[in-house]
């Protein structure tokens, strides 16, 4: 069932586990249905993140209709998420087509503005009664060899503070040595910045960044607030990698369902371990 994920975010926060937030591929059937298979099978709630380059082919209105479709096929919760929202605009255009949870991310900009370009968005998402996240401190970005392309920022949690002052999202998050792409080596995640952000305020926590990520890390962030985890490059790679070993493997006659339930059947699997390691398991 579709819903916003406001009141599930908070519930994970307040009881230790977090909701799985797994990147859709642009609205992506296969890696959709794989989600809210997982999530039924597992009795879990689930969202469904988009980013705006990966709409570019299919069409964000295309995502937004099929993430409907499969949502009211499971009894679970189900939300569909914009990540990443660069700019009012986008996030605009993602509340009128239907996306019931939008982040605005102003983390390369100083603290001030990001904050007055985060409570433009919140003003108007509650209107349409859908939660905002927002985000603070640049996370890091890597190349296919987990390279840093970017520098990293890892957040003082004093501006953390001063930037809810400013504003008031219904989630946030934070850098704290995370990275999007494939970790070359340990990544250096630094808990101690959750631990002590978790002492001034309550607010759900967000750790994108979780492919990678040794279990004990993921975990353990979860215990200190946050309640929603981030999947992009997992989800991805492993959609291909089933899909190939499908081309090598079955007898598909150039059947090309043939080969989208193979992946699918493989990838909801792949979720369900996801699921497992959030904690979400029967907390729908």
């Known amino acids: 069932m579709l819903v916003t994920n406001k009141e599930n975010l908070i519930e994970a926060s307040k009881n230790g586990y977090a909701i799985p937030a797994l990147n859709t591929q642009g609205g992506n059937y296969d890696i959709i249905w794989a989600a809210c298979r997982a999530a039924e099978e597992m009795k879990s709630p689930i969202i469904l993140a988009h980013y705006v380059s990966t709409g570019a082919y299919s069409g964000h209105d295309w995502f937004v209709q099929v993430c409907k479709w499969c949502a009211d096929k499971v009894s679970v919760p189900v939300s569909i998420h914009l990540d990443h929202g660069a700019d009012f605009d986008i996030c605009m255009e993602a509340l009128k087509l239907g996306f019931t949870s939008v982040m605005i991310d102003g983390s390369t900009s100083p603290i001030k503005e990001n904050a007055a370009m985060t409570n433009e968005v919140i003003k108007v ?160």
């Open 125 to 284: 998402a509650k209107c349409f009664g859908v939660p905002v996240e927002a985000e603070i401190g640049e996370l890091l970005r890597l190349d296919n060899m987990g390279t840093v392309m970017e520098n990293k920022n890892i957040v003082d949690p004093c501006e953390v503070k001063e930037f809810l002052e400013m504003c008031q999202p219904d989630s946030l998050a934070i850098g704290i040595g995370n990275a999007h792409g494939y970790y070359k080596g340990e990544p250096d995640i630094h808990l101690e910045v959750l631990e002590a952000v978790r002492k001034f305020t309550d607010i759900p926590l967000v750790l994108h960044g979780c492919t990678g990520m040794k279990e004990e890390i993921v975990k353990e962030a979860i215990k200190l607030g946050v309640a929603k985890i981030n999947f992009g490059t997992e989800i991805r790679y492993k959609y291909v990698e089933h899909y190939e070993e499908g081309l090598k493997t079955l007898d598909h006659q150039g059947h090309s369902w043939k080969l989208s339930q193979f992946a699918n059947d493989r990838l909801t699997e792949d979720i369900k371990d996801i699921i497992r390691l959030a904690g979400s398991e029967g907390k729908a």
